[in-house]
Each structure stands twice: as structure tokens, then as C-alpha cells.
């Protein structure tokens, strides 16, 4: 009798906010590997604003998830078959794979990571897509100044909060947006930002903002949209930087999003705004992660993670990102390491 699986697929496509209605679970059989793949059993399972863009059938960078099949994200499993040369039993991996327990895939899909080297966590964080967007979008988009001063919403997220050390480390003044007063404490004391506001309960955000950033902002790394983002339009320095990483402030709207127009202040400030996404600079993923981790060693970036215990907990750790439950990067533990 074959070993039985579980998987989560999407039941169907969220209108507004999403609930525990758009998950279903599904038992099935585990698929032996063939040549060339492998057998993971998942460990760590990342759960991600972006996602949500995903369970939407509109037009996109990447294509949606389909109603009634399996979703999938970043992974961190271990090799419990191989039927591969270069994976064997025991070897930690991370890949794009199904929200299941037990993934059956091509070895070439995955890439070996090191758990001495780092907690295994940490390659879906600070050493994996998080780490590396912070990286090439600050540094290749916002291409920071010593002196200048960077502002950072969803500060406290997984890619916010390493996104401000980043600027630290590269001499900028960096004021960061986060929801609670918890976030703000703790970008300021434990990750060395030189200011932080509560947007949820300053006064008003374009007079905080002015207040912190004197001399105006130039470079803003724009996780969230909306009217945190129109504010800090206001203050863009000639010639300011926005890469544009995430507009989670709009994912779960129904009314179309509107606000001020764009155009009149990028003109005004002659300011570049970019979107990108981490896939973008692939073939410089190993140059990242390399940088990453020797700030990691020398002590010049910190993380935090939330971690959420047991696979049926994977959509309320997703749902809970909404709410701006997660310090750092949210992430479902699945099970321990047997190798």
C-alpha cells in the first residue's frame, strides 16, 4: 500500500480578502521517484504576499494558480529518496513546490543548501528570494548614496526590515513604516533604523514623515502602495530612486484601487520608479547570497521569522499576513529534519 500524502489546492479564486473557504486539503498517493528525481519531504514551507496576486485570474508576471490544483511556493525539504546522481538520502534542498508534505520532482528543480552554515529557515528568508529581492532591488534600483536618506514601508516585513539594514550598511539615513508600536520599537532598537512611524496611529503620516526626513527622500522602497506611498511622493528629492517591490495595501481591494496620480511628481523630482521582481537577476543569485551571507557573519544583518507549527496551519499563517500578524518572514514549519 503506498504512503499517503496530503496537499492544499486553491478551491477557488478569493473575491476581496481571502478565507479558510478558498483552501481545500487532498489526500494522495505518494509518487516514487523516477531518474533523475527525488523525493523531498517538506520542512519549511513560505508563505508569501504575492501569493494572493496568484489565486486572481488576471494577467500577471507569472501565471496564476487553477482552481482545484495544488498551490506552491518556496520549500526547504530534505531528500528522503533519490533516484539521482548528484542528490542523495539526507541532503537538505530548497525549491518552488507544491503545498504538500511530499514533493516528487526533478533534482534539477532544487538546489542544495547548507544547515551548518545557516538554520535551514533561513534559506527561505535572509539567505533565499526574501534576502536576495531586498538585495538587488535596493541596490540595483535604489543605487544608495552615503548620506541620503531612505524610507522603507512594510518595514518590518521580511523583505522591509533587511532592506533598512542594507541602507544602514551603506551609510544612508533610513526611516522606516511599519503597523504597531511593537514593529517600530523593534526596526529601531534591535535593527539600528534611525526613526520609525506607526502608521496606524500617527496623526498624520505626511507631517510625521516631514518630520523625520528634513531634507526630503531619496530613495523610497516601496513595499505596500496606497496612501503611505502618496505621502511619501510628497517628500522625493531631485532625481529620488522607488523600486517597487509590493502594493499589498490594494491585493484584497475591490474598488479599483484609486488615488493621486503619479505622474505630475515623478516629473517634479524627475524620480524613477521601477517594479521589479526577484527573477529578474537570477544569474546574480549566488553573487547576492554571497554578500548576504558575509553580512550575516560579521554581524551587520539580523532577521526575524514567525513561525507558524504543523502543515493544516499553512492558510491561517497565509490569511494572518493581511493582518500584519509576522515580524520578518512568515513560515509554516512542517516537520523536523529525520537525516
Request: hydrophobic share 40%; aromatic share 8%.
Amino acid at each position: 500500500m503506498p504512503e499517503q500524502n496530503e496537499q492544499i489546492l486553491l478551491a477557488k479564486r478569493p473575491e476581496g480578502m481571502p478565507t479558510e473557504a478558498n483552501f481545500t486539503y487532498e489526500q494522495i498517493e505518494v509518487k516514487p521517484p523516477q531518474k533523475g528525481e527525488v523525493l523531498v519531504r517538506s520542512l519549511y514551507i513560505s508563505v508569501d504576499p504575492y501569493m494572493r496576486g496568484r489565486m486572481s485570474d488576471q494577467k500577471s508576471y507569472v501565471e496564476p494558480f487553477k482552481v482545484d490544483e495544488v498551490i506552491s511556493g518556496g520549500v526547504v525539504g530534505e531528500v528522503v529518496e533519490s533516484e539521482d546522481d548528484e542528490l542523495q538520502v539526507g541532503d537538505k534542498v530548497f525549491g518552488m513546490l507544491g503545498w504538500r508534505r511530499l514533493n516528487t520532482v526533478p533534482a534539477s528543480q532544487l538546489r542544495k543548501v547548507d544547515g551548518e552554515r545557516a538554520p535551514l529557515s533561513a534559506y527561505l528568508g535572509a539567505l533565499g528570494l526574501t534576502g536576495l529581492t531586498a538585495y538587488f532591488g535596493f541596490m540595483e534600483i535604489g543605487k544608495p548614496k552615503k548620506g541620503e536618506t531612505v524610507v522603507v514601508s512594510g518595514a518590518a516585513g521580511a523583505v522591509g526590515m533587511i532592506v533598512g539594514q542594507i541602507a544602514k550598511n551603506q551609510g544612508a539615513h533610513v526611516v522606516g513604516i511599519a503597523g504597531s508600536d511593537e514593529k517600530v520599537d523593534y526596526i529601531v532598537n534591535e535593527l539600528g533604523f534611525d526613526a520609525g512611524i506607526n502608521y496606524k496611529t500617527v496623526e498624520n503620516i505626511q507631517d510625521a514623515l516631514f518630520g523625520l526626513c528634513p531634507n526630503g527622500v531619496d530613495v523610497y522602497f516601496d513595499n505596500v502602495g496606497g496612501e503611505i506611498s502618496d505621502a511619501v511622493l510628497n517628500l522625493l528629492n531631485s532625481f529620488a530612486r522607488i523600486p517597487l517591490c509590493g502594493a499589498i495595501s490594494s491585493y484584497n481591494r475591490t474598488d479599483g484601487d484609486l488615488g493621486p496620480r503619479v505622474q505630475t511628481k515623478l516629473l517634479k523630482s524627475r524620480a524613477l520608479m521601477q517594479a521589479f521582481i526577484v527573477g529578474d537577476f537570477a544569474e546574480r543569485f549566488p553573487e547576492g547570497i554571497k554578500q548576504l551571507g558575509a553580512w550575516l557573519a560579521e554581524g551587520k544583518l539580523k532577521y526575524e521569522e514567525t513561525i507558524t507549527e504543523g502543515f493544516d496551519q499553512i492558510p491561517e499563517a497565509f490569511l494572518g499576513l493581511f493582518e500584519g500578524n509576522n515580524l520578518g518572514k512568515q513560515l509554516v514549519k512542517v516537520a523536523d529534519p529525520k537525516y
